[in-house]
């Protein structure tokens, strides 16, 4: 069945907020129909006061939402208010006139104006109404003027009415669906060989035309996330064949995902092309997630990527848009998913991933190295997040693999913080101290063998190093003590107490108590 291509005059012009934005009142345009397809399909104005906003133009439909349209004579109309949405319904009619079913939907690329039927998209096969021989649909406007300026005028392009006759050119079978356009414009098929899989074909491209593929939900993991469609825009070839395979385990041939952010890959999708490259100007790939496997995962829509395989073999991030929900309503797209947007101009092998935080500790240090037993011991280490999203972390830090303490930082993207751990230290020992993992060093404490820290030297039984007596010697010992207690920072009352490894569970039981002194130092 002929599709046929027609001017759109859709002249909306863009007035401030509070002007009126459609006319009223009771007006019906009669006069004869726009026929396209062949005859088979009859274009009319709407019957109502909408209708005005539509008539026939040179045997044409035209529809204006400005001052500018003959038809509305109120002075006070201008035209369609902005940064507003909204919907005109019953603006023309579309009669089908033939004596088989037919397929019907509109062709048109716009992102401020949608055709829609029932307040549904009618725009693309996969939105197509099923019109019976002598069936009516009454086809109105869905409009989105937000983000744009007063004054703009939305429109004056050119659209077009399909139609394809509803057998035998579609048929179910056990590969899936294939659909095919009208003569209007390149002829599309899809076959369905799987759930996570699609084979596309499209001849008939002019040059610089765009080829709109529909998957219809392919699997890329589960129905967890799925391909929606695939745009090839500036086609120079008169003929196109890409296939794309969904998966949610890396392919053999592009292996996993790997990114300097650790992004958590969720799903694959390859693709193999018969074209080269520079025959497409750019691709858009239209995936979505089910709405409650975001909620489970903990997963913001904002965090979701989408990566490209490289020649090289390394990956590189594509930016991905967020579909409005407005824009999902007006598309009638399902709203229990959430959909998106990614464009590239390369292809190969994509991964579609979340951000996620990646925390890291990159240096620990312990000081001092060696203390009496009863003494202070300060651990300090370095955190950073690399990861691509914001987040929090518990920070541990462990006696011989141990728990001791711990600290919960928060950080953004690439940002450091420097983090402090100060403990009391009772029992003698040799500790080996980490933080997250990353050693800081090994503490003694006192004569691992039973003798302080000071060996010989302290012994009862031995004499200072310039011959003093043991008595002498632990009497300035002891006023060496006194001294440092009036002259340091006071003790928070109970820290740790690291116990011989036997007992080392027992004395961490405590810690968890609270008998542990802790504090974060300003970040870095």
Do not use: C
């Not at 005005?52 to 204006?64: P, S």
């Not at 025959?279 to 965090?303: E, H, K, Q």
């Not at 920070?395 to 141990?402: E, K, Q, S, Y």
């Not at 340091?488 to 968890?512: H, M």
């Amino acid at each position: 069945m002929t599709a046929t291509r027609r001017t759109l005059t859709l002249a909306l012009l863009l007035v401030a907020a509070g002007s009126l934005a459609f006319a009223t009142g009771a007006a019906v345009i009669d006069g004869d129909a726009d026929t396209v397809a062949d005859g088979d399909l009859a274009i009319q104005p709407a019957d109502g006061p909408n209708g005005r906003y539509a008539y026939l133009n040179d045997d044409e439909i035209a529809i204006d939402v400005s001052a500018s349209n003959p038809n509305i004579e109120d002075p006070s109309f201008e035209g369609v208010n902005v940064d507003t949405t909204g919907r005109i319904d019953n603006v023309f009619t579309i009669t089908y006139t033939a004596d088989e079913y037919a397929h019907v939907w509109i062709e048109y690329a716009s992102e401020n104006v949608t055709f829609v039927a029932d307040g549904d998209s009618i725009e693309g096969e996969a939105n197509n109404v099923t019109l019976a021989p002598n069936e009516t649909v009454t086809v109105g406007l869905a409009l989105d003027t937000r983000g744009a300026t007063v004054g703009t005028r939305l429109g004056a392009d050119e659209f077009s009415i399909e139609a394809r006759i509803a057998e035998p050119n579609e048929t179910e079978t056990t590969s899936g669906t294939t659909r095919r356009t009208g003569d209007g414009g390149p002829t599309v098929t899809v076959a369905s060989p799987s759930a996570d899989r699609r084979e596309f074909v499209a001849s008939g491209v002019e040059g610089g035309e765009e080829v709109r593929f529909l998957t219809e939900g392919m699997e890329i993991d589960r129905e967890n996330v799925t391909l929606e469609g695939i745009d090839l825009a500036g086609v120079r070839n008169e003929r196109v064949e890409l296939d794309a395979e969904g998966s949610p385990d890396p392919f053999a041939d592009a292996g996993a995902l790997t990114a300097p952010t650790s992004p958590r890959p969720v799903g694959y999708l390859s693709l193999d092309y018969d074209f080269a490259p520079d025959a497409v100007d750019a691709m858009t790939i239209r995936f979505s997630a089910d709405r409650d496997y975001l909620n489970a995962t903990g997963t913001d829509p904002g965090d979701v990527e989408l990566y490209r395989r490289t020649d090289a073999g390394d990956w590189e991030s594509k930016p991905v848009a967020v579909v409005d929900e407005a824009v999902v309503d007006i598309l009638g797209l399902p709203e229990d998913r959430v959909h998106f947007r990614a464009t590239t101009t390369e292809f190969s092998t994509f991964a579609v991933a979340t951000r996620e935080p990646r925390f890291d500790v990159t240096a620990a240090t312990v000081s001092p190295e060696a203390i009496d037993p009863g003494e202070n011991v300060t651990v300090r280490a370095t955190v950073r997040n690399g990861g691509g999203a914001a987040g929090e972390r518990a920070v541990t830090l462990t006696a011989d693999g141990n728990s001791v303490a711990s600290e919960t930082v928060a950080l953004a993207p690439n940002e450091t913080a420097t983090l402090s751990f100060d403990e009391t230290v009772s029992a003698a020992g040799a500790y080996d101290l980490a933080v997250g993992g990353t050693p800081a060093g090994t503490l003694l404490v006192g004569d691992p063998g039973g003798d302080p820290a000071g060996g010989e030297g302290s012994n009862s039984e031995a004499t200072g190093g310039d011959g003093e007596s043991a008595e002498t010697a632990s009497g300035s010992d002891a006023a060496s003590s006194a001294a440092d207690t009036e002259a340091g920072p006071t003790e928070e009352p109970g820290g740790i107490e690291f116990v011989e490894l036997g007992g080392l569970l027992a004395a961490l039981a405590l810690a968890v108590a609270g008998l542990a002194l802790f504090r974060r130092m300003p970040r870095s």
